[in-house]
């Protein structure tokens, strides 16, 4: 904002690439210990492929230069993903971040020519050149022999229906681009993309435009200029379409992202059309805007591509601070430097966070995602509840119960007002296969503790659980993870699942979210402590990752049985000492015992003896009497 900031913060990144030239030894230098550094994130890489304002030639280009870029420029921790635009389909997310090369590649090599759709920037010369009143530079073009007056009005009604779905094409672009933005900031680190377009034309922003000048000659300000002189009707809706892209380009300069736009405008066309009905203005503005780098002739492709290299293999971070107001304001940025010759890059503001009250549908989803999916969310450090996942089986399916305590302490800044209740369950790769979503009221959050508890049905995987509890009026979150392992099903034999830990606390309060229709019809009075089969007058579940040493942990069993009638089955527990490798035997009392179908339950208590404070892993084994079958459960457990 025109105001000199002191630099607190400085990061310098070098990428290393291999040389082929031989090392020549360097003097002997003396060791000296380096002071331990942070790991720095990877880079990041979209390959953006704007099949709206693009050709045939250009596509064919467009691929050429996005798989030399994945061939030759990548190194094995660069996360690559794929984007893509076009009128028909809008803006597409082929695939996210991933180190996958080969994977991304196969994306790439699939696209063809019927994804393009419009070509706008031939509607836009033939459209001004008919104005104007220009016969064709092209021999390949109409010229008018007779009647050409007659001639000119049908072809200019035709081309201005052509344009007005252009400039429709253009509002969507916008927008979409608009969403993207907002989505990159939720995205941690600084993202590079790669964007192969031959951009919006100049002329859908500018109206009429201004006698033909050089790009250099054009203000990087403002996208109204040659509006000054025209009467137009569209004059106002151009202003429009202009404001809208000039918020995009903030919102773009605030992602943490920057644009390396390589034009697909066929030189051709380049003889017959005025620098402004092309799209070299926009691709440059919105390039400048975020600090990235715009590249003519994409024949060129490899010089490019190498540039960008050295562009993103090779960069300072800056940080300063700055005010905590949530108000929502842009702040421009302007980078300078002392050394003369240098040409900076860099994004051009950054927007404050604002209120959750005046955030949009789109902000709000986008909120959630952040919190739903990142480790440490964008805007917001949650509060953090715990959580414990269990796998069972119920007639044959794999199944989870995803358990959370909603600690009221905790919980008193986020739980006063309408809330939301969101349990989500990711597969091994980071998909959604899961989610359910309640609004609930909490009467009074401060008065005790309560548990919220959900059963999914799953197949055998690997599975990641997050419970998020918002407040829909202020946007305060809270948030518990757990991850579980759901086995394949045994045709026989034994199978124990994991523990179910208890503590003696007497007439805790449980809040039912997600019950899968079968189990509901079942038991239509559907109840946590019915299913697992303890009494809630008496113990409540122990969520906690820790024990107190020399205490007695209630705990509940489960253990299947197929196949395999009159079984008699006996019960051990150990823990195990991650930092030496130790086991201790632990002393298990069952203190009742169930048989229900194929499968028995058991109430135990086990005795935690005097050991060190650490890490554990608590083991339970499930021994057959007869057969000698076992079946073992571990969970992780810290002692204090």
């Known amino acids: 904002n025109g105001e000199k900031q002191r630099i607190t913060e400085f990061e310098k990144h070098v990428l290393s690439l291999p040389s082929g030239k031989k090392e020549v030894p360097s003097e002997e230098m003396i060791k000296t210990q380096a002071s331990p550094g942070r790991e720095l994130m990877p880079r990041k890489f979209f390959l953006f492929f704007d099949f709206a304002f693009n050709n045939a030639i250009g596509l064919e280009k467009t691929k050429q230069a996005a798989l030399h870029f994945i061939d030759s420029q990548l190194q094995p921790t660069d996360e690559v993903g794929v984007l893509s635009y076009s009128a028909t389909k809008s803006l597409r997310l082929h695939e996210y971040l991933m180190t996958d090369h080969r994977k991304v590649r196969d994306i790439v090599q699939a696209f063809g020519m019927k994804e393009i759709a419009g070509r706008a920037e031939d509607f836009e010369a033939k459209y001004w050149s008919l104005l104007k009143e220009e016969n064709p530079k092209d ?8 009647d050409p007056d007659e001639q000119r009005k049908k072809e200019l009604g035709f081309l201005r229906n052509q344009r007005e779905e252009a400039k429709l094409q253009t509002y969507n672009f916008v927008r979409k681009m608009t969403d993207l933005a907002k989505a990159l900031r939720y995205v941690p680190g600084h993202k590079s993309i790669i964007f192969f377009s031959s951009g919006v034309p100049y002329s859908v ?8 000048i050089s790009p250099d000659q054009t203000s990087q300000d403002s996208l109204t200029w040659g509006m000054e002189n025209t009467d137009q009707p569209e004059r106002f809706e151009s202003s429009h379409l202009s404001s809208r892209y000039e918020d995009m380009l903030k919102e773009l300069s605030a992602a943490n992202c920057a644009f390396y736009a390589l034009d697909t405008q066929e030189l051709s066309s380049t003889l017959t059309s005025v620098v402004q009905t092309r799209g070299a203005f926009t691709l440059q503005k919105m390039t400048s805007a975020t600090g990235g780098k715009y590249f003519g002739n994409i024949n060129n492709y490899r010089q490019h591509i190498e540039k960008i290299q050295d ?7 800056l940080g300063y601070y700055v005010d905590d107001k949530w108000d929502g ?14 040409e900076v890059h860099a994004q051009k503001g950054y927007f404050n ?3 959750f009250k005046e955030y949009n549908r789109l902000e709000r989803m986008l909120h959630l995602v952040d919190l739903a999916l990142s480790e440490e969310p964008l805007f917001q450090t949650p509060v953090r ?14 199944d989870l119960c995803f358990i959370s305590k909603m600690e009221a302490e905790k919980l008193r800044e986020v739980a006063e007002g309408k809330l939301e209740v969101i349990s989500i369950v990711f597969d091994k790769e980071g998909n959604i296969v899961k989610m359910h979503r309640e609004e609930k009221t909490l009467k009074d959050p401060s008065e005790e503790d309560s548990y919220y508890y959900s059963f999914f049905s799953l197949p055998p995987g690997n599975y990641a659980c997050r419970l998020v509890i918002r407040n829909l009026e202020t946007g305060r979150v809270a948030v518990a993870s757990s991850a579980a392992v759901i086995g394949n099903q045994r045709l026989t034999g034994i199978h124990l699942f994991p ?3 208890l503590t003696p606390e007497k007439n805790a309060k449980y809040i039912r979210g997600n019950i899968p229709k079968p189990l509901v019809e079942k038991s239509p009075g559907f109840s946590l402590a019915n299913f697992f089969h303890f009494d809630i007058s008496q113990y409540s579940l122990h969520l906690e990752d820790f024990v107190l040493a020399n205490t007695l942990v209630p705990a509940l069993l489960r253990c299947s049985i197929v196949n395999m009638p009159n079984s008699e089955i006996n019960l051990s527990s150990s823990l195990l000492e991650k930092s030496s490798g130790k086991t201790t035997p ?12 194929d499968e028995k339950r058991f109430l135990v208590n086990i005795h935690i003896p005097e050991l060190p404070a650490g890490e554990y892993a608590l083991n339970f084994t499930a021994t057959e009497k007869t057969s000698k079958s076992e079946s073992v459960t571990t969970r992780p457990l810290k002692i204090r």
């Open 385 to 398: 509840l715990p959580s414990e996942v269990f796998s069972y089986s119920s007639e044959g399916e794999a």
């Open 586 to 597: 632990l002393t298990l009392i069952v203190l009742s015992e169930e048989l229900k179908e």
């Open 139 to 146: 021999a390949s073009s109409s010229g008018y022999v007779f």
């Open 353 to 355: 966070p604002k209120p």
């Open 311 to 317: 562009l993103t293999g090779c960069y300072y971070v």
């Open 329 to 342: 304001a842009y702040h421009k940025i302007k980078v300078e430097v002392t050394k003369p010759g240098c």
């Open 499 to 501: 523990p179910l830990l």
């Open 205 to 212: 922003f500018s109206g009429i435009p201004a006698p033909e």
